[in-house]
């Protein structure tokens, strides 16, 4: 088993050292999953994936406009395989793990998310995520034409006025739509977003030792990121890791030496060493 788990461990580092834009999300999501659950097989899950592309694949005869795109969408993950948003058990920290999500067919926006855009990205669509205030949403195109989709609510079309409705729920009545919330999400957001509500509910519950773990995934996904490490680092100084903490920050100011907020970082090492003295 230890040989199985540094193979997918070396696959999904393999995947997020690309410089490419687009990842193979649905493969990356399932390996970051692994690293939460190393004891599980992948092999069903990996091919329910498979499974997923080729029905897709079938649900897009003669169907070209985008509608009809989303209509497949639906078709197939949701009418098809199952799938739904848990809207009785949404905080449930297994919303967010993607193997939990296959098993129990239900899961976060962003989860499902991710399984549809693998879905259409099978077969060459572009799809990207979109980070709405408070609910992940994804934006299909074609031929310069856009649509905005509910990943949650079955793929459901989004018209302005749902929108709105998402918006006045967050902020109140008086607030507006506003441009920033149509800000696309990348690939490495996407799986960040996906990390955070596991890290999350984990500190939620006081499970410092799964919060750590799931830091180490989120520094894989954007190691240049200096929130995620500072976060990572404080949390093991709190457990009294504090080797392992100096050791994630001599790293992180050797590969980014001229990065904003290193300053900070320096101070935090000084701080640390001095509880090793």
């Given at each position: 088993m230890s040989n199985l788990i540094?193979?997918?461990h070396q696959k999904l580092i393999s995947i997020l050292a690309e410089h490419n834009e687009l990842l193979n999300i649905g493969?990356?999501?399932?390996?970051?999953?692994?690293?939460?659950?190393?004891?599980?097989?992948l092999t069903n899950y990996l091919l329910e994936l498979d499974l997923i592309a080729?029905?897709?694949?079938?649900?897009?005869v003669k169907k070209n406009s985008l509608a009809e795109q989303v209509q497949a969408i639906s078709e197939t993950l949701f009418d098809l395989h199952g799938y739904s948003g848990d809207t009785e058990?949404?905080?449930?920290?297994?919303?967010?793990?993607?193997?939990?999500?296959?098993d129990r067919r239900k899961g976060l926006p962003v989860a499902l998310g991710v399984l549809i855009i693998h879905a259409s990205r099978s077969q060459g669509w572009n799809i990207l995520g979109i980070n709405f205030p408070g609910h992940f949403l994804l934006r299909l195109t074609k031929a310069g034409e856009h649509v905005l989709i509910d990943p949650?609510?079955?793929?459901?079309?989004?018209?302005k006025e749902?929108?709105?409705?998402?918006?006045?729920?967050?902020?109140?009545p008086q607030a507006k739509l506003q441009p920033e919330f149509f800000r696309i999400a990348s690939d490495r957001d996407i799986l960040i977003r996906l990390q955070n509500n596991i890290k999350t509910r984990a500190l939620r519950d006081n499970n410092t030792h799964r919060a750590i773990k799931i830091l180490h995934s989120m520094n894989l996904i954007q190691p240049k990121n200096l929130g995620i490490l500072a976060?990572?680092?404080?949390?093991?100084?709190?457990?009294?890791?504090?080797?392992?903490?100096?050791?994630?920050i001599n790293h992180f100011l050797e590969q980014n030496s001229l990065?904003?907020?290193?300053?900070?970082?320096?101070?935090?090492?000084?701080?640390l060493k001095r509880n090793l003295n």
């Open positions: 540094s193979k997918h493969y990356a999501a399932l390996l970051l999953a692994h690293l939460d659950l190393p004891n599980r097989d080729e029905n897709m694949e079938k649900a897009c058990s949404y905080d449930d920290p297994q919303n967010a793990n993607l193997i939990r999500v296959i949650f609510n079955k793929s459901h079309l989004l018209l749902d929108l709105q409705k998402i918006i006045t729920r967050i902020h109140g976060e990572l680092v404080l949390l093991e100084s709190a457990e009294g890791h504090y080797q392992s903490a100096l050791k994630k990065s904003e907020g290193t300053s900070y970082l320096i101070d935090l090492r000084e701080n």
